[in-house]
């Protein structure tokens, strides 16, 4: 069931609550319409989260990123509601990307934009903080480019380590499920 916020969220704007997209342990994203049917992803703090400046936070954060062209554009917030609107990116989680066993031409270029976009992060004084684990945080587009997501414990006040946190997470951790395929496509 949907919290009263988030269907106040989605009337105030006349939209169309859809279908969960994911759930984390501070906010849960869903897919929603307006009315002329363009989809947009809704991210919601869960009335449980104890962070109560994530919004703030991640739009602010967002923001930053989106005009050096990174992450899904930041469409609006309400901190009252605790909700923020995003373009809804079309794609695939990067381990689901390397479970298709992409040729080595293609995971180069993926794994090239994904290093472009940390290094632009770095750049300007973003960093992401969760940019490594199994890369469900960042997203492969039908043209393969990548769309890096969940800026909710990004910082633009700690150091950046976006750089060598994506080279460590695509090579050197080999304990990873990610380093080891990699290294089994790329030979």
Do not use: W
Request: charged share 30%; hydrophobic share 40%.
């Amino acid at each position: 069931m949907h919290s009263e916020r988030v269907q106040a969220f989605c009337a105030a704007r006349h939209l169309m609550l859809g279908k969960p997209l994911a759930k984390g342990y501070s906010s849960q994203v869903y897919l929603v319409h307006d009315k002329a049917g363009k989809a947009f992803a809704l991210k919601a703090e869960r009335d449980k989260s104890t962070r109560r400046f994530m919004v703030e936070q991640e739009a602010a954060c967002l923001s930053l990123a989106n005009r050096a062209g990174i992450g899904p554009k930041l469409i609006g917030f309400d901190k009252e509601e605790r909700c923020l609107l995003l373009e809804f990116v079309e794609g695939q989680t990067f381990d689901k990307f390397l479970e298709g066993k992409p040729d080595k031409a293609l995971l180069q270029k993926v794994i090239a934009s994904l290093q472009e976009q940390a290094q632009k992060l770095d750049k300007i004084g973003v960093d992401h903080g969760q940019l490594a684990g199994r890369g469900r945080n960042i997203l492969v587009r039908p043209d393969h480019t990548v769309c890096i997501l969940d800026f909710e414990k990004a910082s633009y006040v700690r150091k950046c380590h976006n750089g060598s946190t994506v080279e460590a997470f695509l090579f050197r951790n080999t304990e990873s499920m990610v380093a080891r395929k990699i290294e089994e496509l790329l030979g």
